[in-house]
């Protein structure tokens, strides 16, 4: 009995030593991904927290949008992304606002619990998501309203649309349809003209303007943390992706302002989404926080009166 006991310490220590030697790759691994992560995220929180950067995005996003159609002369009409049925377009720009809800809303919570363990405060922040949830669900009806009340459908004429579209030309618009609006109008395969505005252009715009806002506290976050220890792999992990994020709608919306150029109704578009950034994150955020004002991004887990009253 005693060598069979030996005998099983004897291979147990041998497994023990075998596991050990095998998760030492996976932790060196781990550990260069950690320190990789650092890097990035600490080189990305120093732009993104500079003044130079917040004050000077949005004149690039103006630019962008104004001579953006511009580029439609230099595209080639031959690319992947003139195909409005593109994955890119219907995974992602159909659904621009439900994915930069759930990354910069993730992003918020974790930044407000790693600062102040309040969950009062983590929602009084993540209400400045529903209210720019609520500002572009009321713009999407109005426009919808004003594209049906002003607009016309139109039916081409079958014979003359064959025609044209071997000449190469746009087929001819006959047959009136009053009453429609745009949804059913386009259901049915017919022709849309009138009054638009773009909401694509004007969401995208937004949510750019959006993810900027609440990603600059990140920086001033970390100096701050320096005290009680570094921010943790998962808030840099949210962060990178909120960044990634924000390229994403960069790479659309200069996709869709080359590939699809519809003056003036992005540039309309691009002009509401700035408006309903001024008007929130420089009108109504600043007069916060209390409890009918959220306060703009890092109020209250990073203010300076906030951090000495939990020093004492």
């Not at 953006?68 to 621009?96: C, Q």
């Not at 309903?276 to 009108?283: E, P, S, V």
Request: with cysteine; aromatic share 12%; glycine share 8%.
């Amino acid at each position: 009995m005693d060598v069979k006991t030996k005998n099983s310490d004897i291979s147990l220590e041998k497994l023990g030593r075998m596991a050990e030697e095998l998760m030492l790759p996976g932790r060196f691994i781990l550990r260069v991904l950690n320190a990789a992560l650092e890097s990035v995220t600490n080189v990305l929180a120093t732009i993104f927290g500079s003044q130079v950067f917040r004050r000077h995005f949005h004149l690039m996003l103006s630019g962008l949008v104004l001579f953006g159609p511009l580029l439609n002369l230099w595209v080639s009409k031959f690319s992947i992304f003139t195909n409005s049925h593109h994955y890119l377009y219907r995974k992602f720009l159909k659904s621009t606002w439900g994915w930069t809800w759930i990354f910069s809303g993730s992003f918020i919570l974790l930044l407000s619990l790693s600062a102040r363990h309040s969950l009062s405060l983590s929602l009084r922040h993540l209400s400045r998501l529903g209210v720019v949830g609520l500002l572009w669900w009321g713009c999407r009806r109005l426009l919808t309203l004003l594209e049906d009340a002003t607009g016309t459908c139109y039916e081409p004429i079958a014979q003359e649309t064959q025609s044209s579209a071997s000449l190469g030309l746009p087929p001819p618009l006959l047959l009136l349809h009053e009453g429609r609006s745009k949804a059913s109008c386009l259901r049915d395969n017919m022709v849309w003209r009138g009054y638009e505005v773009s909401q694509d252009v004007l969401i995208l715009c937004l949510c750019c303007l959006l993810l900027v806002e609440e990603l600059s506290v990140f920086g001033p976050h970390m100096v701050r943390a320096r005290r009680s220890g570094p921010p943790g792999a998962p808030l840099r992990f949210v962060f990178l992706l909120c960044v990634a994020l924000l390229a994403v709608w960069m790479f659309l919306l200069l996709c869709v302002l080359a590939y699809f150029p519809k003056f003036p109704s992005q540039q309309l578009g691009g002009a509401l989404g700035y408006l309903g950034w001024k008007g929130l994150y420089q009108g109504w955020y600043t007069l916060g926080p209390s409890w009918c004002f959220p306060g703009l991004p890092g109020d209250g887990p990073l203010t300076t009166t906030e951090t000495g009253k939990q020093d004492e």
